[in-house]
């Protein structure tokens, strides 16, 4: 009896470490079907390709904050963490060519890539592809 419960609390102590950590990591990232729904918006999209462990993606999501807010109703933008096995965002990074993180791949409303940019940007240099983004 004792045997079976010590192979019992080691059994507990492996297996729900685990499901925790996939039950907090499926909820962290975005939604396959939102990068779907994207590019069937007829608006402009930037894909942000960045890893938690990424000092300068920290950066700038600084920077990306309050464009988000400021222009939520103008374009979609949605992160894609490169350090997901998630098939749809394989196919995006390899598609973009994506090598270095942070990456902003900046897609027009016909779904045209415009721009890309490599590691962080300022206030005014994200502004500037942004504004280039809704007016093309």
């Avoid at 098939?87 to 900046?106: A, R, S």
């Amino acid at each position: 009896m004792n045997k079976y419960k010590n192979f019992l609390v080691i059994t507990l102590i492996i297996i729900v470490p685990v499901i925790l950590y996939y039950a907090f990591k499926s909820g962290s990232v975005d939604n396959p079907i939102n990068i779907a729904q994207a590019f069937t918006s007829k608006k402009p999209v930037v894909l942000d390709f960045s890893s938690e462990l990424c000092l300068e993606c920290k950066e700038l999501d600084k920077v990306l904050k309050p464009a988000i807010e400021k222009y939520n109703n103008k374009i979609i933008f949605e992160k894609i963490p490169i350090n997901s096995n998630n098939p749809d965002y394989e196919k995006l990074i390899e598609e973009h060519g994506v090598n270095v993180v942070p990456t902003l791949v900046f897609i027009d409303k016909k779904g045209k890539t415009i721009q890309i940019t490599e590691g962080s940007l300022t206030k005014e240099e994200l502004e500037r592809y942004l504004n280039k983004l809704i007016d093309g």
